[in-house]
């Protein structure tokens, strides 16, 4: 049996993190094998091309560079940890996946979310996220609980609300695999909207 591959998207502070771990205790609490993954990340080789991405100043490489390193690690990424657990049956939940590269690199960065689809596709095929649940949030609200910035958090509040409007963008691209959820509420209140989506959306 073939398992499910969801990700979690959305601007800096919204509370991904803290909810994929409740949302991965509660498929397991329904008896789903769970793999819980990150990116950049996931690999010995996609962390460290992480701290390269996430750590120096703000313009320490070119857009296209950012684009292409995400790219590069994602690809292993799906071939080495994603790919062979959805296989065997497993749920993999991934903190950030192509979407960001849409949302930051194509739209906040301007090199275009449709090149970016272009190199999502010559890097990983036609493989794709079951479901994609972007964590919408008003960018007036946003950015206003982050501590120990990185990179990207570091490019200023004008960026990362482009980046959000990038989301609504990529939300948009592809409306069948895409929920815009809004993020605003108490953290149970937002595991349960999830996993309201993911039932709805996939049956589990
Ligand atoms: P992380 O600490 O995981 O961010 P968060 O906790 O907000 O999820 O850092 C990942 C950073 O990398 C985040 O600021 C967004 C950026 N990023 C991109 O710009 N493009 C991408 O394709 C990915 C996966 C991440």
Known sequence: MSGYFITFEGGEGVGKTTQLKLVADELRKKGYDVIATREPGGTILGEKIRE???KGDVDKMTPMTEA????????????KVIKPAVNNGKIVLCDRYVDTTFAYQGYAHGLGIQKMMDLYSLAIGNFKPDLTVIFDIDPKKS????????RFENMGNEWLSKGLQGFRECAKFDKKRCVLMDSVGEIPEITNR???IINEKLGL
């Open 52 to 54: 390269i991405l996430l």
């Open 194 to 196: 999830i996993m309201k």
């Open 143 to 150: 950015h206003g609980n982050l501590t120990e910035m990185n």
């Open 68 to 79: 292409l390193l995400f790219t590069a690690v994602r690809a292993d990424h799906v071939e």
